[in-house]
């Protein structure tokens, strides 16, 4: 599933990155109208179920 970063100003997909954030976000900038902005990353139900999954799995392996 390939995701889209659009600038919140003009929602042009054509954006380049600036700096990768560390925790806080990373910084693009749009190439078309020059606007800078962070995309902050939140996480999904999805990926909090895998985590638990995976830690239980450790749990149990180490356990027996």
């Known amino acids: 599933m390939e995701h889209f970063i659009k600038c919140p100003a003009c929602c042009m997909t054509d954006v ?9 976000g990373d910084k693009y900038i749009c190439a078309g109208c020059n606007h800078g902005f962070t995309v902050k990353y939140t ?3 999805q990926t909090i179920v895998e985590q638990y999954w995976k830690r239980a799995l450790i749990a149990a392996i180490l356990l027996l």
């Open 16 to 24: 380049v990155p600036t700096e990768i954030g560390r925790g806080a």
């Open 43 to 45: 996480k999904t139900p």
